[in-house]
């Protein structure tokens, strides 16, 4: 079993940036997909970037460009650099093994 954990949520003005951490208990080391995911109100829960082990990573359209996703060395922390924020990046961002286990969520809000 996986405990996933995610912070670095919060307000942002349009154009600003954050950096989003999922800590993953006890690692990430076995596990091979690694996501990030929203879910903004009214809407369906969308894939936002995703690392493999092989190191090939995945972003999506919406935020092609603007946001990345990282890891550290020690493999139990997953990053999602978001810069550029827009009003429509307003959700909540989960993290995720393949889909089995998932975080509690954080809560992003990009407004003025």
């Known amino acids: 079993q996986v405990q996933l954990v995610e912070s670095g949520g919060g307000l942002v003005q349009p154009g600003g940036s954050l950096r989003l951490s999922c800590s993953a208990s006890?690692?990430?080391?076995?596990?091979?997909?690694k996501g990030w995911y929203r879910r903004a109100p009214g809407r369906e829960r969308e894939m936002v970037a995703s690392?493999?082990?092989?190191?090939?990573?995945n972003t999506g359209l919406a935020v092609k460009g603007r946001f990345s996703i990282s890891s550290n060395d020690a493999r139990d922390t997953i990053y999602l650099q978001m810069n550029d924020l827009k009003p429509e990046d307003t959700a909540v961002y989960y993290c995720?093994?393949?889909?089995?286990?998932w975080g509690q969520g954080t809560q992003v809000t990009v407004s003025a």
């Open positions: 995720t093994d393949d889909g089995t286990f």
């Open positions: 006890p690692n990430f080391r076995s596990i091979y997909y």
């Open positions: 690392l493999v082990s092989d190191g090939s990573i």
